[in-house]
């Protein structure tokens, strides 16, 4: 999704920079902002879905699996080598429940779908020009439980109910429109409905009738529909398929004994079997048959709480539990590919902000489950890198999954891939990109309370365990060296350490940086031509900000400011001379500063002061090596940015859009231009903005301030070997 915010202007003039250790006379003249132009999209989404059926996985002729779903929009999802791709195809309010997929012959997608919003039945499918949405009956509220189907022609045939009349109805293309017919209107039947097409093209409807509690099957038989009773009380849970002869073959639930049965058509009369009659079984069936016409059908075991897989070889039913423990599933959908090997998705509902889509396929007799997709809360800990082209790269936190997630934009889309999904891992991400543009993240893994590492590598993540002593890893700063091996700066909660660990080419060195009361929060790292590490980070004894470098025999220590609380939020980044700049943030005063060593002393300034701003501030510096800032501001839930333009502080406000610039992270393309991701707090959401005009910038100015004085201590270490080496 994208957003465009039209240019929002406010300059900030410097008037009174803190600490009383700048002259009186120093003032900074105002700067008129020029226009910019924010584009801002949403890399990703809490994505709200519910109300899944029976249909919402398919298969392709290469056996990759596809899926439908939707509440909040209709998403499609598929997954590549990469991952899984998730685009919306129709981002219309309320559309989406009970979508049922099919692919045709070439593989596309066509989706039939309920828009609940105007109560009307919908059907999407993608083309070479992109999804073409319809709208296939619009009558007041009708389109609930559609099921689709697609005739040799490719064209669809859906089969549905009509709330309003308590029908069941019945659409298909003609190549021109939509031609649409009543089936039962007197039962109130389409309440469960599966629909199949023969060779012949002829549609094989079976559904259960609400009002007389029977299972139906119907047939269109060229002039009429032939009805069939199957069995009764029976088929509030039911899915259908058809075999090479063209009969029908149902799975459904027995509500009189809470039992899964299996019925099919042996051209003759119906056949009707008990699969599964211990104790409440059988809810959300769904069916497929294979090559030789054998059924294969998943379920859910109501006593157990758990998903059963069961299918028959010829001689007998074989049983195996998929999943157990799981209270909370609402819905399966099985397929097999064309090695009959079966492909299950399952919905769990824990609340419209708690949903989660899963896939689960059987591989060497194990099934394997791994998550699709999660509403709630993504977008966490963003941190943006540009690759070599200036494409974005985000690695972040997914709060509702726990996982670890990164984001690439592919020109024209973005792709989403979960990079670590223990349980509760991927705080504190860290992302560097190498000269290979391949990306390195360091994070946290707070199930553990570990340090970990995770890198792309022969087209597939590879994780490591850096440092597993006590609670440690928080608050993770990375950086790559001349030969790409990553450096990592971060917090040891458990001695209230700043630790610092680098890859030696054969394993992880770790040593202690600080240890002098409780340090090392808002660690920030970053390292020179040479590869030597400065770190900047938070003294949360003394509320210091503090800077730490490693001299070659152990690390030099400065408290670089210790007006009041400051250096939370601290971010680090060194001009082309190697000198560091730090911004961060004045609790007292809930302010923005900016700290730069200008190779004599620090000097220290005020940025933004007006309001409660100045938190999750991330800096980078331009050619000239002027500090650019996006920053949270408190007071109006806003994403600001400045930058310091010859004579002044240049402010603009980027997004208002409900609390948003929460773990903001900055990036400088080529052209100085800022592009910035972030989390939106109340959306859930995470964000990309960056400017569609350059930022004509003055020749070199560097802001001036007196320098300020700091106490710098004695090497606090002398160590040439690892403290603490650990083994990847």
Aim: glycine residues 8%; hydrophobic residues 40%.
């Amino acid at each position: 999704m994208l957003r465009i915010v039209l240019p929002f202007i406010l300059t900030l003039m410097l008037a009174g920079i803190i600490n009383d250790h700048v002259p009186a006379s120093f003032t900074a003249s105002t700067q008129p902002a020029q226009p910019i132009t924010w584009q801002i999209e949403t890399v990703d989404a809490p994505r709200h879905f519910t109300r899944l059926r029976d249909r919402t996985l398919r298969v392709d002729s290469a056996g990759k699996p596809h899926l439908a779903f939707g509440g909040d929009a209709l998403y499609y999802a598929y997954a590549d080598r990469t991952g899984w791709r998730i685009e919306i195809v129709d981002n219309s309010p309320g559309v989406g429940e009970y979508a049922a997929l099919a692919l045709d012959q070439d593989n596309q997608p066509h989706i039939g779908y309920y828009d609940w919003l105007n109560g009307a039945l919908k059907y999407a499918r993608y083309t070479t020009s992109g999804w073409q949405v319809m709208t296939v009956d619009d009558t007041t509220h009708t389109g609930q439980y559609p099921a689709l189907a697609l005739d040799r022609n490719g064209h669809p045939h859906i089969a549905y109910y009509d709330w309003t009349n308590g029908a069941l109805r019945y659409a298909r293309w003609d190549g021109q429109g939509w031609l649409l017919q009543t089936i039962d209107r007197v039962n109130d039947a389409g309440v469960a409905v599966t629909l199949s097409l023969d060779a012949a093209d002829r549609p094989h409807i079976s559904f259960f009738a609400t009002a007389t509690a029977t299972l139906q099957h119907a047939l269109w038989t060229g002039g009429a529909w032939r009805m069939q009773t199957i069995d009764r009380n029976a088929g509030q849970f039911l899915s259908q398929a058809l075999d090479r002869n063209g009969h029908p073959h149902l799975a459904y639930y027995d509500s009189t004994n809470a039992d899964l049965k299996y019925a099919f058509w042996d051209g003759a009369r119906w056949i009707i079997q008990v699969v599964d009659e211990a104790d409440i079984t059988g809810w959300y069936v769904t069916l497929a048959l294979d090559t030789l016409d054998h059924p294969h059908i998943s379920y859910y075991d109501v006593s157990q709480s758990r998903v059963r897989y069961v299918f028959w070889n010829g001689v007998a039913w074989q049983f195996q539990t998929v999943i157990t423990a799981m209270n909370d599933i609402r819905a399966l959908s099985l397929v097999l590919d064309l090695a009959n090997q079966p492909q299950l998705s399952f919905f769990t509902e824990h609340g419209w902000q708690q949903n989660a889509l899963w896939y689960a396929r059987l591989s060497s007799g194990f099934w394997q489950i791994e998550l699709v997709e999660q509403s709630g809360q993504v977008g966490r800990y963003a941190s943006l890198a540009l690759d070599s082209a200036e494409r974005p790269h985000l690695a972040y936190y997914n709060i509702t999954s726990g996982s670890l997630a990164y984001a690439a934009w592919k020109d024209t889309y973005w792709v989403t891939q979960v990079v670590d999904q223990a349980p509760r891992v991927g705080q504190f991400a860290h992302l560097a990109l190498d000269r290979a543009d391949q990306p390195h993240i360091a994070y946290y893994d707070a199930a553990n309370a570990d340090l970990k590492y995770a890198r792309w590598h022969d087209n597939q993540w590879e994780q490591q365990r850096v440092d597993s002593y006590g609670r440690t890893g928080e608050y993770a700063a990375l950086a790559l060296d001349s030969n790409n091996w990553p450096h990592i700066a971060y917090y040891d909660a458990s001695n209230g350490d700043l630790l610092y660990a680098y890859w030696s080419g054969r394993r992880w060195q770790i040593r202690t940086v600080d240890a002098g009361g409780d340090v090392g929060q808002y660690a920030t790292l970053a390292l020179d031509r040479f590869d030597v590490p400065r770190v900047a980070y938070y003294d949360a004894t003394n509320s210091d900000l503090k800077f730490a470098r490693w001299n070659g025999n152990g690390w030099r220590i400065e408290t670089v400011d210790a007006e009041g609380d400051v250096g939370q939020y601290a971010t680090l980044a060194l001009d082309s001379a190697g000198h560091p700049h730090i911004a961060y943030y004045d609790a007292i005063n809930g302010d923005l500063k900016l700290a730069r060593w200008d190779g004599n002393g620090w000097r220290i300034e005020t940025v933004a002061a007006e309001g409660n701003v100045g938190q999750y501030a991330t800096l980078a510096l331009d050619k000239a090596d002027r500090p650019h800032i996006a920053y949270y501001d408190v007071t109006n839930g806003a994403l600001q940015y400045t930058f310091w333009n010859d004579a002044g502080w240049v402010q603009y406000t980027v997004d208002t859009n409900e609390q948003v610039g929460i773990d903001a992270s900055i990036v400088l393309d080529r052209a100085n231009r800022p592009h910035i991701g972030y989390h939106g707090a109340i959306r859930g959401d995470l964000n990309y903005a960056h400017t569609r005009d350059g930022m004509l910038l003055p020749p070199i100015s560097i802001p001036t301030a007196a320098p300020v004085s700091s106490s710098t201590s004695e090497p606090t270490s002398t160590l040439t070997t690892p403290a603490r080496p650990i083994s990847p």
